[in-house]
């Protein structure tokens, strides 16, 4: 069985960073691009960024680019993500997310507030 | 950027209709359009990949048809277990982009 499971959200200040991460399993994850990503309150999905199998193409949206980095450890089968100057509106559920030019597999997300 | 413009936001359907959802792509997508069913407080599942294929374990209810650069998701004789948001993705090229998505409520 496929399974994403996401950890390392919190409450975090206005301009501080924080790292996300989801541990895979079912699926040997380096025959996999990987993805994040995002729900804000109440609104709809917003693609975060992706990486390629070995990690050498990286990609991301453009309200993120230059804050967010995507990384990945295929030795521990994990999926990163470093979040830095965090703003108000990056507050959201951040969901891990198999790609294979579709989401087919999803974690169960990890929230992120970021308020002061 | 590609953007996908989703209809209708919302809709009310009875168990015996036939409940239609669009996205229409900006430009071209090939078949790269896939659907998602996301309930209150759950992670969105794939439901249609490749613009038309059926995703393992979906209902046959379910079906994807294209038009050019319009897509469309059809749930034939819904269920109340069908309520919930359905968004569209485009997986072309980057940044992949969401419809806003659909609220469909089951009557």
């Known amino acids: 069985e496929v399974q994403l499971v996401e950890s390392g959200g919190g409450l975090v200040q206005p301009g501080r960073s924080m790292k996300l991460s989801c541990a895979a399993s079912?699926?040997?994850?380096?025959?996999?691009?990987m993805a994040w990503v995002r729900q804000a309150p109440k609104k709809g999905l917003e693609w975060v960024a992706s990486i390629s199998y070995e990690g050498s193409s990286t990609y991301y949206g453009d309200s993120v680019k230059g804050r967010f980095t995507i990384s990945r450890d295929n030795a521990k089968s994990t999926l990163y993500l470093q979040m830095n100057s965090l703003r108000s509106e990056d507050t959201a559920t951040y969901y891990c997310?198999?790609?294979?030019?579709?989401?087919?597999?999803w974690g169960q997300g990890a929230s992120v507030t970021v308020s002061s | 950027d590609i953007q996908m413009t989703q209809s209708p936001a919302s809709l009310s359907a009875s168990l015996e209709e036939i409940v239609t959802i669009t996205c229409k792509a900006s430009q071209g997508i090939d078949d790269y359009l896939s659907w998602y069913q996301q309930k209150p407080g759950k992670s969105p599942q794939l439901l249609i990949y490749?613009?038309?294929s059926l995703a393992d374990g979906v209902p046959s209810r379910f079906s994807g048809s294209r038009s050019g650069t319009q897509f469309s998701l059809k749930i034939s004789r819904p269920q109340v277990d069908d309520s919930g948001i359905y968004y569209c993705?485009?997986?072309?090229?980057?940044?992949?982009?969401f419809g806003a998505g659909t609220k469909l409520e089951l009557k």
């Open positions: 997310a198999r790609d294979n030019y579709v989401m087919d597999a």
């Open positions: 490749d613009a038309t």
């Open positions: 993705l485009q997986s072309c090229s980057t940044p992949n982009t």
């Open positions: 079912g699926f040997t994850f380096s025959d996999y691009y």
